[in-house]
T-cell receptor, first 114, second 112 residues
Framework: DVKVTQSSRYLVKRTGEKVFLECVQD?????MFWYRQDPGLGLRLIYF???????EKGDIPEGYSVSREKKERFSLILESASTNQTSMYLC?????????????FGSGTRLTVV | QKEVEQDPGPLSVPEGAIVSLNCTYS??????FMWYRQYSRKGPELLMYTYSSGNKEDGRFTAQVDKSSKYISLFIRDSQPSDSATYLCAMTRGWSQGNLIFGKGTKLSVKP
């Protein structure tokens, strides 16, 4: 069974902390994505990557950065966490043709910034 | 106009009812259409996938696409409390690197 694994289900961080959210997939997928999900706003794309060392800004990249050093791992970094970054963060992956067949999502990380 | 519109609900139905969930879209280039189910505090999981117009059935679920009206539907027959979740529609042009465009999701509650 294919899997996207997010390292933490729940995180509580303090304002100003640097936060790392890790995502690993075991499907040899080229494409990986980070979304945040908030009530009433749906899924919003933060960053995505089509290959190792590549990254593209999504719709809301401000306050975030990403790292893709290995094909299977895509990390989301909050350089200086703020309370408005409290959210559910979802990682997803797909093969190059896979957007036609959907994404596989991880279980999510619920981040609270206090 | 947003690319994909989906009524957020919430939608509450009694067990055994037929549920209809819908999305409209504006981009006529969309060809691939999906429905995701998301249980509370979990990630979305792919439920149904269709290409172009027509119907697709999988057990109690039927996905319908009407490209002429830019309208897609998900029908759930004999709904169960375990169907209580948020349902998101998603679609894409089908280019190799085209991203999925998601609706905001409809929250469904099936009461025993």
């Amino acid at each position: 069974d294919v899997k996207v694994t997010q390292s933490s289900r729940y995180l509580v961080k303090r304002t100003g902390e640097k936060v790392f959210l890790e995502c690993v997939q075991d499907m040899d997928h080229e494409n990986m994505f980070w979304y945040r999900q908030d009530p009433g706003l749906g899924l919003r794309l933060i960053y995505f990557s089509y290959d190792v060392k590549m990254k593209e800004k999504g719709d809301i990249p401000e306050g975030y950065s990403v790292s893709r050093e290995k094909k299977e791992r895509f990390s989301l970094i909050l350089e200086s966490a703020s309370t408005n970054q409290t959210s559910m963060y979802l990682c997803a992956s797909s093969s190059p043709t896979g957007s036609r067949y959907g994404y596989t999502f991880g279980s999510g990380t619920r981040l609270t910034v206090v | 106009q947003k690319e994909v519109e989906q009524d957020p609900g919430p939608l509450s139905v009694p067990e055994g009812a037929i549920v209809s969930l819908n999305c409209t879209y504006s981009n006529s280039a969309f060809q691939y259409f999906m429905w995701y189910r998301q249980y509370s505090r979990k990630g979305p999981e792919l439920l149904m996938y269709t290409y172009s117009s027509g119907n697709k059935e999988d057990g109690r679920f039927t996905a319908q696409v009407d490209k002429s009206s830019k309208y897609i539907s998900l029908f759930i027959r004999d709904s169960q409390p375990s169907d209580s979740a948020t349902y998101l529609c998603a679609m894409t042009r089908g280019w190799s690197q085209g991203n999925l465009i998601f609706g905001k999701g409809t929250k469904l509650s099936v009461k025993p």
